[in-house]
């Protein structure tokens, strides 16, 4: 596998990525970077390429030009379960729960699938983790919404991934649970260093957040900082922030 060396200091990088489906240019020459246990938000209008970048980054779409690494090592060409394995995780819409077994069996067996890793975390662990350690012995089936979502996240958790992507994990979200899952991203940095990426539409979610902020407009990042700044570019607001601004 190639190294790369410029890449020191970060995580991920994609380099000049670019993804084509005929003749719709979904990413067009993204740049972006991670820090290991950096949190940030990728905003966006529908189309935009977020979920298309997500696919690029698991090696689910190979860019048509440039390249993703992942600690140095350029990622083309690898099955998911492998990527899976280098330390990226990530949350799909659709639920991934055992309704008929309890929160604290769900996180069980997440581990438990796992080969045996100094890292990995126990499922009481992980229950601190997604603050559901008073909910441990509910059924994950009944669970509101909210709460079922961060039962995937911890089943993702106990993989102790280094990367953690979501696309719109707050989406159906009561105004509380969005804020809940802010606080939740947030605690994943700090306690186990956790790098997440968040994919969100959900400015109250982006400004409880309170970290970096990549933009993308028509396949291209068009700007990338902390909310603060980036919501004062009047092409964001324009383009994306509209009323919420
Ligand atoms: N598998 C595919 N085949 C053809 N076109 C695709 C494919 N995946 C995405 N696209 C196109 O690429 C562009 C970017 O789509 P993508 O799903 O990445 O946007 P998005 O920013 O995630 O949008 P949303 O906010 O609606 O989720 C769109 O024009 C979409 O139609
Ligand atoms: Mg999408």
Same mark, same amino acid.
């Given at each position: 596998?190639?190294?790369?060396? !410029?890449?020191?200091?970060?995580?991920?990088?994609?380099?000049?990525? %670019? &993804?084509e489906?005929?003749?719709?240019? *979904?990413?067009?020459?993204?740049?972006?970077s991670?820090?290991?246990? /950096?949190?940030?938000?990728? $905003?966006g209008?529908?189309?935009?390429?977020?979920?298309?970048?997500?696919?690029?980054? %698991?090696?689910?779409?190979?860019p048509? &030009?440039? /390249?993703?690494a992942?600690?140095?090592?350029?990622?083309?060409?690898?099955?998911?379960?492998? $990527? #899976?394995?280098?330390?990226?995780?990530?949350?799909?819409?659709?639920?991934?729960?055992? /309704?008929?077994? %309890?929160v604290? !069996?769900?996180?069980?067996?997440?581990?438990?699938?796992?080969? #045996?890793?100094?890292q990995?975390?126990a499922?009481?662990?992980?229950?601190?983790? $997604?603050?559901?350690?008073d909910? #441990?012995?509910?059924?994950?089936?009944?669970?509101?919404h909210? *709460?079922?979502?961060?039962? !995937?996240?911890?089943?993702?958790?106990?993989?102790?991934?280094r990367?953690?992507?979501?696309?719109?994990p707050?989406a159906?979200?009561?105004?509380?649970e969005?804020?809940?899952?802010?606080?939740?991203?947030?605690?994943?940095?700090? +306690?186990?260093? %956790?790098?997440?990426?968040?994919?969100?539409?959900?400015?109250?979610?982006?400004?409880?957040? +309170?970290?970096?902020?990549?933009?993308?407009?028509?396949?291209?990042?068009?700007?990338?900082?902390?909310?603060?700044?980036?919501?004062?570019?009047?092409?964001?607001? +324009? *383009?994306?922030l509209?009323?919420? #601004?």
């Amino acid at each position: 596998m190639p190294m790369s060396h !410029e890449a020191s200091g970060s995580l991920l990088h994609v380099r000049r990525v %670019t &993804r084509e489906f005929g003749g719709v240019r *979904a990413l067009d020459g993204v740049d972006l970077s991670v820090a290991p246990g /950096e949190q940030l938000c990728i $905003i966006g209008p529908n189309g935009c390429g977020k979920t298309t970048l997500f696919n690029v980054i %698991t090696a689910q779409l190979p860019p048509t &030009r440039g /390249e993703v690494a992942f600690e140095g090592r350029v990622l083309a060409g690898l099955a998911p379960h492998h $990527i #899976a394995r280098l330390g990226i995780a990530r949350k799909f819409q659709v639920p991934s729960v055992f /309704e008929d077994l %309890t929160v604290a !069996e769900n996180l069980e067996v997440a581990c438990f699938g796992l080969a #045996a890793s100094p890292q990995r975390p126990a499922a009481a662990t992980l229950l601190e983790q $997604i603050q559901l350690s008073d909910r #441990a012995d509910v059924l994950a089936g009944r669970l509101p919404h909210g *709460a079922r979502q961060w039962l !995937e996240i911890g089943m993702l958790l106990a993989q102790a991934p280094r990367l953690l992507l979501l696309d719109e994990p707050t989406a159906g979200m009561t105004g509380a649970e969005t804020l809940a899952t802010a606080a939740l991203v947030r605690r994943l940095a700090q +306690d186990a260093g %956790t790098a997440v990426v968040v994919v969100e539409h959900d400015m109250r979610f982006v400004q409880a957040l +309170d970290a970096r902020v990549v933009v993308m407009l028509a396949g291209r990042v068009v700007a990338d900082g902390r909310f603060d700044e980036v919501r004062r570019l009047p092409q964001v607001r +324009d *383009a994306y922030l509209g009323a919420h #601004a």
